[in-house]
C-alpha cells in the first residue's frame, strides 16, 4: 500500500531562521503532491502543492521542493514567524479521490 | 474553514450505540470527504462523494456508511460504534475532481467508550 512519512516528528528554529520539513513517499506513480498545515484544535489548510512534472514551487515565503528520484520532497519557509508553529504534513495522490497524507512534523518557533 | 461546518464538535458515546456525524457545507462544491486522524496515522480517508447520492468507499471504509441527500450535506454514519472508532473526523469539500485543494472543517471528535 501507500506510504507517506516525515523524517522528524518534530522541529524547532529560532524566529526570522529558515524551516525545512522533508517528506518520503513510495509510490512512484504518485503525481501530485501538497502540503497542509494544522493548527491545534484546526482543521487542515492547503498550503502548496506541485504536480510531479515540477521540480520546485514558490509562494509566498514557501517552497516546496520535489526530488522524484529518490521519492522526497520538503517545505521550506522562509523567515519563520510565530504564526508558523503547527503542524505540518504531506499528502500525495497518483489521481483520482484517493489521497494518502503523511503523519506530520511539529514545528515550534522560538521568539 | 472555507463555509464549512461540522455537528458535533465533540461527542461520547458508548459502544455499540448508532452516531451520526454531519458534514455541511455552503460553498455549492460538488466533491465532500471523509477522513479520520489517529495519533500515529495521517488523515486516512473513509468515504467520499462526488454528486447527490453519488458515494464511494476509501481506505478505511469498514463500519462506515454515508449518506448524501443534498449537495450541502454529507452525513457519515457509525451503525454499531466500537473503540477502536475513537478519531478526530474531517470533513473536506472540493470544487473538482483532481482539484487536489481540499477544504477541510474544524473536526469532531468522537471518543467511544
Known amino acids: 500500500g501507500e506510504s507517506v512519512g516525515l523524517h522528524l516528528p518534530t522541529l524547532s528554529v529560532q524566529e526570522g531562521d529558515n524551516s525545512i520539513i522533508n517528506c518520503a513517499y513510495s509510490n512512484s506513480a504518485s503525481d501530485y503532491f501538497i502540503w497542509y498545515k494544522q493548527e491545534s484544535g484546526k482543521g487542515p489548510q492547503f498550503i502548496i502543492d506541485i504536480r510531479s512534472n515540477m521540480d520546485k514551487r514558490q509562494g509566498q515565503r514557501v517552497t516546496v521542493l520535489l526530488n522524484k528520484t529518490v521519492k522526497h520532497l520538503s517545505l521550506q519557509i522562509a523567515a519563520t514567524q510565530p504564526g508558523d508553529s503547527a503542524v505540518y504534513f504531506c499528502?500525495?495522490?497518483?489521481?483520482?479521490?484517493?489521497?494518502?497524507f503523511g503523519t506530520g512534523t511539529s514545528l515550534t518557533v522560538i521568539p | 474553514d472555507a463555509g464549512i461546518t461540522q455537528s458535533p464538535r465533540h461527542k461520547v458515546t458508548e459502544t455499540g450505540t448508532p452516531v451520526t456525524l454531519r458534514c455541511h457545507q455552503t460553498e455549492n462544491h460538488r466533491y465532500m470527504y471523509w477522513y479520520r486522524q489517529d495519533p500515529g496515522h495521517g488523515l486516512r480517508l473513509i468515504h467520499y462523494?462526488?454528486?447527490?447520492?453519488?458515494?464511494d468507499k476509501g481506505e478505511v471504509s469498514d463500519g462506515y456508511s454515508v449518506s448524501r441527500s443534498k449537495t450541502e450535506d454529507f452525513l457519515l454514519t457509525l451503525e454499531s460504534a466500537t473503540s477502536s472508532q475513537t478519531s478526530v473526523y474531517f470533513c473536506?469539500?472540493?470544487?473538482?475532481?483532481?482539484?487536489?485543494?481540499?477544504?477541510f472543517g474544524p473536526g469532531t471528535r468522537l471518543t467511544v467508550t
Open positions: 473536506a469539500i472540493s470544487e473538482i475532481a483532481g482539484s487536489y485543494e481540499q477544504y
Open positions: 462523494s462526488y454528486g447527490v447520492k453519488d458515494t
Open positions: 499528502a500525495e495522490t497518483s489521481g483520482g479521490n484517493q489521497f494518502y
